[in-house]
């Protein structure tokens, strides 16, 4: 059983930097990725990150403003979002898959954090 604590959310203006962190407890050989909810439109998988940390995804939307990172030693992932755009406000949840290897289909993951509200105004 994998628990995962996401932080880091607030309000910030457009062109901000925020920084998500999701803390992962438990078993934690997993591929570990981060999908938002905006009111009104479809869920995005923006960003996914492998086991290992060696392979990476982004949506692109995100891609050159998103960084994801994981720290093993912490058994933390972390999402560096630069130059925000009002279109990045969503809640933002963290995502673990019990494999090394990450997927952008949100439905291969199985565990889920409690989400953390970005909003970004003009």
């Known amino acids: 059983q994998v628990q995962l604590v996401e932080s880091g959310g607030g309000l910030v203006q457009a062109g901000d930097s925020l920084r998500l962190s999701c803390a992962a407890s438990?078993?934690?050989?997993?591929?570990m990725g981060w999908v938002r909810q905006a009111p009104g439109k479809e869920s995005e998988f923006v960003a996914a990150?492998?086991?290992?940390?060696?392979?990476?995804y982004y949506s692109g939307s995100v891609k050159g403003r998103f960084t994801i990172s994981r720290d093993s030693a912490t058994n933390t992932v972390n999402l560096q979002m630069n130059i925000l755009k009002v279109e990045d406000t969503a809640v933002y949840y963290c995502?673990?898959?019990?494999?090394?290897?990450?997927?952008?289909?949100?439905?291969?993951?199985?565990?889920w954090g409690q989400g953390t509200q970005v909003t970004v105004s003009l």
């Open positions: 995502a673990a898959r019990d494999k090394l290897a990450y997927t952008s289909a949100a439905g291969e993951y199985d565990y």
């Open positions: 438990g078993h934690t050989r997993y591929a």
């Open positions: 990150i492998s086991w290992s940390g060696d392979t990476k």
